[in-house]
């Protein structure tokens, strides 16, 4: 069978089981990819996982095993998710690099959320010299920004950080990508917990913070956004 360039979601659906009926493994694994990450997107997550094991059924394919560990992962079944992607990139062609740098960067999340941290450093960084390689610099600015908010939250890394996360900005800005939004809002973040963490008069404004009534709260976060600049400054 050949997919057109404008089928419809029923029409790839029907593609897809016909092909699981006809052990048409490249058929039904391309089809299960492709909508088994649109579904993802759309938090159609058990959609996703449904259509993902269908096709594992009859073929191990690297694309429907990532795919289904981005569903698992949203709903929340963490370790089944580990599995597959770890599945995903032991089965990942050598050439298709594009994949194998999403997959480890998805599975350094995982690493990251149970708290194995440096596990999680090692797996961007991976995948940060895998997405320079081919040249993704889309994911490169997004693998940057995990990688630069993971150093700050669990190492207080906060030098190696913003650098990180000053670099992701910047590529993002370039590309007009929305996701500069939050990369700003991590950077703003992350240079008020540097101050927190480095400044004794920060610190002792912060806990006043609770017990202060109007005036002396908007005085407070006045004196902090000095401090910031200064610290910026500095």
Not at 90 to 100: G, S
Not at 164 to 174: D, F, G, K, P
């Amino acid at each position: 069978w050949e997919e057109k360039e404008t089928s419809t979601e029923e029409e790839k659906l029907e593609i897809h089981r016909l092909g699981l009926l006809g052990r048409e493994i490249k058929i039904a694994a391309e089809i299960a990819s492709v909508l088994g990450n649109r579904w993802k997107n759309q938090s159609r997550f058990r959609e996703a996982v449904k259509l993902c094991k269908s096709t594992l059924d009859i073929t191990e394919d690297y694309r429907v095993l990532h795919s289904l560990a981005r569903s698992e992962k949203q709903l929340g079944d963490m370790e089944l998710a580990k599995q597959h992607y770890q599945q995903a990139l032991e089965l990942c062609l050598q050439e298709d690099e594009t994949e194998k740098a999403t997959i480890i960067h998805n599975l350094a999340g995982i690493y990251a959320q149970q708290g194995d941290v440096s596990q999680a450093i090692s797996l961007y960084q991976q995948s940060l010299e895998l997405k320079e390689k081919i040249g993704d610099v889309q994911g490169k600015a997004i693998t940057l920004a995990n990688l630069g908010k993971l150093l700050a939250d669990e190492k207080q890394d906060f030098t190696t950080a913003l650098n990180y996360l000053q670099q992701s900005l910047e590529i993002l800005l370039h590309l007009k990508s929305p996701d500069a939004e939050t990369v700003e809002e991590w950077i703003l973040e992350v240079r008020f917990n540097q101050l927190l963490h480095q400044s004794p008069e920060a610190q002792q404004l912060y806990q006043q913070l609770e017990s202060a009534d109007e005036d002396t709260r908007n005085q407070i976060f006045s004196r902090l956004r000095e401090l910031m600049d200064e610290f910026g400054n500095g």
